[in-house]
């Protein structure tokens, strides 16, 4: 199984956790992140930087409960 992308942009992680069922969550103040919400599921807070690091794609995966696999499956997809 391939690596984490290195230069993952914050428009397709975005559209990624939107495709397994997250919402952007309307921003009540200004900043630099967006949170994501599901319903039973821990926020996710997202960098609206344009290139997300391969560390916090990380995190973001495992905050969201998705394995390499399925991190590809639906990544190749968009």
């Not at 969550?25 to 919400?37: A, C, D, N, T, Y």
Request: positive net charge.
């Amino acid at each position: 199984m391939s690596k984490l992308p290195t230069d993952a942009s914050y428009r397709k992680v975005m559209k990624l956790l939107i495709e397994i069922g997250y919402t952007p969550k309307p921003k009540e103040s200004r900043g630099s992140h967006v949170l994501f919400e599901k319903d039973g599921c821990r926020s996710i807070p997202v960098s609206t930087s344009k290139i997300i690091p391969q560390g916090t794609l990380r995190g973001i995966l495992k905050q969201a409960d998705i394995n390499r696999k399925q991190f590809w499956d639906i990544w190749n997809k968009l």
